[in-house]
């Protein structure tokens, strides 16, 4: 390919304070439409915003995990636009003097690990909602006012991102430090997580930027992937064709995996952007950047370093295990009870994931660190064998009980006695003379053979290692 993309993001993400930003009604979703609601971030005549704190220490969290330098002098200001769910015809933003600013992520991929600027992280309000009318006979909308306050992070990266890959892990990478401040839940299907994507396509070797194409509507990563790479495709087409791209906003049908069209440069806003006159500046000093410093928490990545040093795991699985903090913390709350690191590991990533859909909701999971410990305890002391103990590990999921009760219930300790097991060995290989002659004359397969009829006929409950052991002892002699 001849030619190289430019990529930038802009992402919004919903801080999750308990009230709005300027008002105290409730950021709580789902509510009856209109219910949220007050003079306030409804924009009526003669009321004055007053910030939220929360919603500043939020936003400096953030900025300070995504290695942003923070303001000591900030301000608001108003962009002014008409649209039916945006009551004041004006939205309190911020434009040259933003709360945070030049940061990074960085991330890794098959062309190796990159850095990702961050221009800017600055705060606004969020605008309503409208609803449209599915009956065909009836054009009308509806507007929810809900959501109109909600506090918003708009965080705009610089166009470091060349391919849909980088994009990915980026927002990947953003989405796991943001739910580890626990500043937002980044739910995308509820709209807590909002992304549009700048893109234009340049000649290798050409440093003038070409015309940028700006896609939004995208409510998914995956959606922002798909819709990037569609997007290469189709002004490559176009350039090598002679067309001229034309600067435009362009939405994302998931239904087709298609851009298109949605207004030129020509319809582009104005906003006229001017400082918000009824919001003093915000001083923010050393003392409070110290403090929130202070507050930082371990992130993914210096958690992932960390387990791997520490517990000797592979990358992978700390990549794994430090997916969500939730489920890093059970992991730790595991092995801090005298567990093998790797065998934790080993059954979290195998045994448990496989029956959880959220790793963020691990706490209710009804096998607790403790009882999952206990478990791995029992099989490290041959009290049962590792296949008994998924049996096991089924049962503590459904009854809520610990192994060893259950262990005790169903009488499945493991047998372990010499003379019970040589007499099962004896009953293996009396009854299959075959496969004995096959071992002997030197078909390994034929000793597995062996063993699992050993296994059979204890249900399961002989030690695998003293079955082998007194298999080719015997078989040997």
């Known amino acids: 390919m001849k030619y190289e993309a430019v990529i930038g993001l802009e992402v919004h993400v919903q801080l999750n304070t308990e009230s709005k930003i300027f008002c105290g009604c409730s950021t709580r979703f789902g509510s009856d439409a209109n219910t949220n609601i007050c003079p306030v971030c409804l924009g009526l005549p003669g009321v004055l915003p007053v910030l939220n ?74 605008a309503g909602k409208n609803i449209h009318s599915e009956d065909p006979n009836k054009k009308v909308s509806y507007v929810d006012f809900n959501r109109t306050g909600v506090p918003l992070i708009e965080i705009v990266s610089e166009p470091d991102i060349t391919t849909s890959e980088e994009a990915y892990q980026y927002l990947m990478n953003m989405k796991a430090i943001l739910k580890y401040l626990q500043v937002s839940d980044c739910n995308m299907e509820e709209g807590s997580l909002r992304c549009d994507v700048n893109i234009s396509l340049r000649e290798k070797g050409v440093k003038k930027f070409g015309e940028k194409v700006e896609i939004k509507n995208l409510n998914s990563f995956r959606a922002v992937k798909l819709s990037i790479d569609y997007e290469i495709k189709r002004q490559a087409a176009m350039l090598d064709e002679g067309e001229r791209i034309v600067q435009e906003t362009r939405l994302w049908d998931a239904n087709t995996n298609l851009t298109y069209s949605m207004r030129s440069k020509e319809e582009a806003h104005d906003y006229r ?5 009824d919001l003093p500046p915000m001083e923010i000093n050393h003392e409070m950047i110290q403090e929130m410093k202070d507050q930082m928490p371990e992130l ?30 059970y992991y730790e709350s595991v092995i801090s009870k005298n567990v093998n690191p790797k065998k ?9 994931m496989g029956k959880i859909s959220d790793s963020e909701k691990i706490d209710e999971f009804p096998v607790t660190p403790e009882k999952l410990a206990t478990l791995l305890k029992l099989i490290e002391n041959n009290t049962i064998s590792g296949k008994i103990a998924k049996t096991v590990f089924e049962d503590m999921i459904s009854t809520g009980k610990d192994p060893e009760s259950l262990i005790k219930e169903k009488g499945l300790e493991q047998v372990t006695d010499i003379s019970a097991i040589e007499g099962l060995v004896d009953n293996a290989i009396n009854n299959n003379p075959q496969s004995v002659e096959d071992y002997r004359n030197g078909k390994e397969k034929a000793l597995k053979f062996l063993v699992g009829q050993v296994m059979k006929e204890s249900r399961g409950k002989a030690n695998p290692q003293m079955v ?10």
């Open 53 to 126: 704190r929360e919603v500043l220490r939020k936003a400096i969290l953030a900025g300070l995990a995504l290695n942003c330098n923070i303001s000591e002098y900030s301000k608001f200001d108003r962009k002014n636009y008409f649209y039916p769910d945006l009551p004041k015809a004006y939205q309190i933003s911020q434009y040259d003097k933003p709360v945070c600013y030049d940061g990074f992520i960085d991330v890794s991929t098959e062309k190796g690990p990159s850095r990702i600027g961050i221009t800017r992280l600055h705060l606004e309000e969020d």
């Open 273 to 277: 952007y001017f400082p918000e006159p």
């Open 300 to 329: 993914p990545f210096e958690k992932r370093n960390r387990f791997i040093q520490q517990y000797e795991i592979p990358e992978y699985d700390a990549e794994v295990l430090t997916s969500t903090f939730q489920l890093a913390n």
């Open 344 to 352: 934790a590991s080993n059954w979290i990533m195998s045994e448990l």
């Open 468 to 477: 082998n052991e007194i298999l080719i002892k015997k078989l040997s002699s």
